[in-house]
């Protein structure tokens, strides 16, 4: 039997709810990042020069998880 999991949580920068995949969002000190938090924070690293934070396809939407 499969089914499908994700979180509801507040981001760490700019605390609003939202949704996504816990084995996958990315994260800062255990504490998830939403979707456009973390598109400003890679914009600003990669314009500082330093390497952006990965994503992975997955990270906003729910998991599939087996029972």
């Known amino acids: 039997m499969s089914g499908y ?5 507040p981001c ?8 996504s995949n816990p084995s ?6 255990g504490q998830p ?11 600003k690293r990669a314009a500082a020069g330093l390497p ?3 994503v992975a ?4 939407e729910a998991e599939e998880v087996e029972h």
Do not use: E, K
């Not at 760490?12 to 949704?19: E, I, N, Q, S, T």
């Not at 396809?57 to 906003?60: I, N």
């Open 5 to 9: 999991m994700s979180v509801i949580a």
């Open 12 to 19: 760490f920068a700019c605390g609003r709810l939202f949704m």
């Open 24 to 29: 996958s969002v990315p994260a800062f000190q």
């Open 33 to 43: 990042i939403c979707r456009t938090c973390i598109v400003v924070v890679n914009a």
């Open 52 to 54: 952006t934070w990965p």
């Open 57 to 60: 396809d997955d990270a906003y």
